[in-house]
């Protein structure tokens, strides 16, 4: 979604200087936040934006392309973002705590790459 985000809000439309959108996961329940900056002027226009988006990325208006890219980023990030023993820690308690396979780390990229658009 930041990807989305950062396309049709920042480069294409040019409503605000930065754009991010981030989530927070619990057991019982998982929060998901976007934070940006703009003119105020625009503030309007760049909520109406970002509902809009929202509301898209919810019905899965998702083309191939768009399912590529997020397939090569997060493939592409796994190296960076498990490049330190906190880093790794961090992910390998999550799984744990989410019940995911023991080898869900070790396989995230196998499975990332069988994604597909039917599967979304």
Partial sequence: FG????????DQSG?????????SHSIGFSTWGVST????DQIGVVL????RL???FQSAKFSEFEISFAKS??????????ST??????????????QLPDDYLEKFVERIQKVNLSSV
């Fill in 73 to 82: 980023y997060l493939a592409g990030s796994f190296a960076v973002n498990n």
């Fill in 54 to 56: 929202y509301q898209d």
């Fill in 3 to 10: 990807s989305w985000l950062n396309t049709k809000i920042r």
């Fill in 37 to 40: 900056s703009t003119h105020p």
């Fill in 85 to 98: 023993l906190s880093q790794v820690a961090s992910r390998w308690l999550a799984g744990r705590l989410f």
């Fill in 15 to 23: 409503f605000v200087y930065s754009i991010g959108s981030s989530f």
């Fill in 48 to 51: 109406r934006s970002i509902f």
